[in-house]
């Protein structure tokens, strides 16, 4: 792209502080919940849809967004989802009502939604060269965002209460969308669709039946941990297969199906993608509260050791993009996939009896497994992607990503129950390894298809 290594930084730097807002506020919340609670008189339970909410709707809002940024330009899409996030960072502190704050946080994870799938399709067309070396600074972003964003919440509260989580959002805000209005070439001739185009281009009821499936499947099991609401799987169920046999069939399809079929490495990638999240999401909320509970640590001395897991994992982001580059997706892959069945199996059988410093040392490796298969996984979906979709497949990548978190949680919520113990821990590292290892048959079968796929393009 034009600029040299100044233009490809700042440009880089506009998609990374906008597509950073997600995880930093997914993240950032949970310190603020007992204070929020607190002032708005409320139970746990119903302060609680702060979070909830904002995974649900981020999950289901992704890939809309993304087809959004498709038809009516991702420049366009990404600048409008930073308005967004602005208006709740503005709204938020002066909510009267707790509705009303849940409504902003709604805004909050819309607008930051729409601004990754765009983000990743103004990345894969305007910066070429080292790209997988520039997915590693988004992750590097992501990932610092999600390991540090409790910990700054808690310094935030402390200046300015809860309210002062949604204004730390600002500086971000002002410095992607100015750089990104001057830097993003304006979206083309082809993507500037009229209002009455994109809706006769949109799939509405394709996008409803997704929404409506996506959200009763999502209900569903976040209620496994407490009262299980059956009715909500099977509606969830009977939406999905509406939709799919809709996409199956409609001229200009929200998600075209059969997209899975002609790229299988692309389904792999997402398979992958979602079990790498639970694996992760399982550890960064199942360790401290078994640091706490079950090992008696301070809070200090628990975000210290997750720190191990978390601080590797960036670490190792920038070297795996460089590795990408040089020889593909699948190594690192592969490799990650393989460090997460020995860390699993360490820690299954280890983790409980040594010492602290060792404990770090297998969170390390841990970590290194996360950043490996994080930043191939990226450069894998979007080398797989056909060009004109990449917005809507960037939005179910991150979907996934969301249906690993919930995921995790279930399994969390099955594992502990009402008490954490040595003898929990040692299952969930069980749990850990069985997707340890189901994401190793995964990754090769993605390699698989790639051979495949290069002998019917010789073909």
């Excluded at 880089?12 to 807002?21: I, N």
């Excluded at 993608?273 to 509970?293: A, E, K, R, T």
């Excluded at 993009?321 to 996939?337: E, F, H, M, R, Y």
């Excluded at 983790?351 to 390390?364: D, E, K, R």
Aim: charge should be positive; hydrophobic fraction near 55%; proline fraction near 3%.
């Amino acid at each position: 792209m034009r600029g040299g290594k100044n233009g490809r930084f700042l440009f880089l730097t506009a998609v990374a502080t906008g597509t950073m807002l997600n995880p930093l506020n997914s993240s950032m919340i949970s310190l603020a919940l007992h204070s929020i609670q607190k002032d708005f008189h409320l139970t746990f339970s119903t302060v609680s849809w702060l979070i909830s909410s904002f995974y649900l709707a981020s999950a289901v809002a992704q890939p809309i967004t993304g087809k959004l940024g498709d038809l009516a330009g991702r420049k366009k899409i990404f600048l409008f989802g930073l308005l967004l996030v602005a208006v709740s960072a503005i709204g938020a502190p002066f909510a009267p009502t707790f509705m009303v704050l849940l409504l902003l946080r709604l805004f909050q994870s819309v607008g930051s939604s729409a601004i990754y799938p765009s983000g990743m399709a103004l990345l894969r067309n305007n910066i070429q060269e080292r790209q997988a070396s520039a997915l590693a600074v988004l992750s590097i972003f992501a990932s610092a965002m999600t390991a540090i964003g409790p910990t700054a919440g808690g310094f935030l509260i402390v200046w300015g209460g809860w309210p002062a989580i949604f204004l730390v959002n600002f500086p971000f805000i002002v410095i992607s969308f100015v750089l990104g209005w001057k830097l993003f070439p304006d979206d083309s001739k082809k993507e500037r669709t009229s209002f009455k185009e994109i809706i006769h281009l949109l799939d509405v009821w394709g996008i409803l039946l997704f929404s409506a499936g996506l959200i009763c499947l999502l209900w569903f099991l976040l209620s496994l941990g407490t009262s299980v609401h059956y009715g909500s799987g099977a509606i969830g169920i009977a939406f999905i297969l509406l939709f799919v046999w809709r996409e199956l069939r409609v001229k200009d399809p929200f998600i075209n199906i059969r997209i899975f079929k002609s790229h299988p490495d692309l389904s792999w990638v997402y398979l992958q993608y979602i079990l790498l999240n639970v694996f992760n999401y399982c550890l960064f909320f199942g360790l401290p509260s078994y640091f706490q509970d079950e090992m008696h640590f301070s809070v200090q001395k628990s975000g210290l050791l997750m720190l191990f897991m978390a601080g590797v994992s960036i670490f190792i982001s920038p070297i795996t993009g460089k590795w990408a580059d040089k020889s593909g997706a699948k190594q690192p892959i592969v490799t990650g996939a393989v460090l997460m069945v020995l860390g699993a199996v360490i820690m299954s059988i280890f983790f409980i009896h040594v010492p602290v410093i060792i404990m770090g040392l297998i969170l390390s490796l841990l970590g290194i497994s996360y950043g490996l298969g994080n930043v191939a996984l990226q450069a894998a979906m979007l080398e797989a992607s056909p060009r004109e979709l990449v917005g809507t497949a960037s939005g179910l990548f991150q979907t996934c990503r969301y249906l690993g978190s919930i995921f995790s949680s279930v399994v969390l919520g099955l594992v502990f129950g009402k008490e954490i113990t040595a003898g929990h821990m040692e299952i969930l590292g069980m749990i850990l390894t069985a997707a340890g290892v189901l994401s190793f048959v995964f990754s090769l079968l993605y390699v698989k298809s790639l051979k495949h796929n290069r002998v019917r393009v010789i073909e």
